[in-house]
């Protein structure tokens, strides 16, 4: 497949509204559907909604509910949908489940959680650990969470492992240059990856934060060619080139001359910042 139709929900979901969040994903995923978009994303957390607070701990199992209805819904595309997810050990996730013909066939954990500000991540969840690669129907995508593609590290991974496109969920709230910001992050990642990337971001106002929306499309070579509405709802539909990242690899070979002796060199130098500088 050498392009690949996505369907970019950037939804306002309210935090513990589990219901409300979960019509406005089944209303996007009818749109998707008459679109016949092959890939739909919903922001980060969006079953629970995103903020601070125990209702985490109250919601959890409702969302799960909500998840199991959406997931029938789902039928000959592929939907990634951030959610809470709780292992056998009752200890709690912030993940993305992906989901083809009413199956669940896929799941990432947040590796990057966050903790400053509004955000308290780490209170609430385990971090995961995991940087695997999914193919849907012959192409390979990787699954990031927000902060997750701050770091050059996990893009790299899923790069290396072969991944075609990146799909990163959000949260992230308005503030002062931080479009800039997201701008600069995205291009970068790939840019250093050769890869092109969508970004589904949550939007709207709750408990005094504002989102900031602003979901994109960059290309393989790191130029953005679509977003979404500020602040506000937005269905971004975007047409991904899967071919543009093999020509940019014939001539830069950046990922095909990486050094298995300098990464190795990395580990040391961080095992040395994490021994004081020793």
């Known amino acids: ?152 590290e996990p893009s790299r991974a899923m790069a290396l492992r072969g991944a075609d496109l990146l799909i990163v969920l959000g949260a992230s709230p308005y503030e002062r240059f931080k479009k800039e910001i997201w701008e600069d992050f995205l291009v970068q990642r790939a840019r250093d990856n050769i890869i092109p990337l969508v970004f589904c971001n949550q939007a709207g106002c709750q408990d005094g934060v504002t989102y900031l929306g602003y979901s994109m499309y960059v290309s393989a070579s790191g130029n953005i060619l679509k977003t979404g509405k500020l602040l506000e709802e937005d269905y971004v539909i975007v047409i991904v080139d899967l071919e543009e990242a093999k020509r940019l690899r014939r001539r830069d070979t950046r990922l095909r001359e990486l050094r298995k002796d300098i990464l190795e060199e990395l580990l040391k130098a961080y095992e040395e910042m994490e021994n004081g500088g020793s």
Request: proline share 1%; with cysteine.
């Open 1 to 152: 497949m050498k392009k690949v139709k996505v369907f970019l929900a950037q939804l306002s979901t309210q935090l513990g509204d589990v219901k409300g969040n979960e019509e406005k994903i089944l209303r996007a995923i009818e749109k998707a559907k008459k679109e016949k978009a092959y890939i739909f994303v919903t922001p980060e957390l969006s079953t629970l909604g995103y903020g601070s607070g125990d209702i985490y701990l109250d919601k959890v199992d409702e969302n799960l509910v909500s998840l199991d209805r959406i997931r029938k819904e789902v039928d000959d595309f592929y939907a990634i949908i951030g959610y809470v997810e709780k292992d056998s050990y009752g200890f709690f996730y912030n993940s993305a489940c992906l989901i083809h013909d009413k199956k669940i066939i896929g799941n990432y954990r947040k590796v990057q959680l966050v903790n400053y500000r509004l955000f308290d991540e780490k209170r609430y969840f385990k971090r995961g650990t995991k940087l695997d690669v999914f193919n849907i129907g012959g192409i390979k995508i990787g699954i990031l969470i927000c902060e997750d593609v701050w770091f050059p």
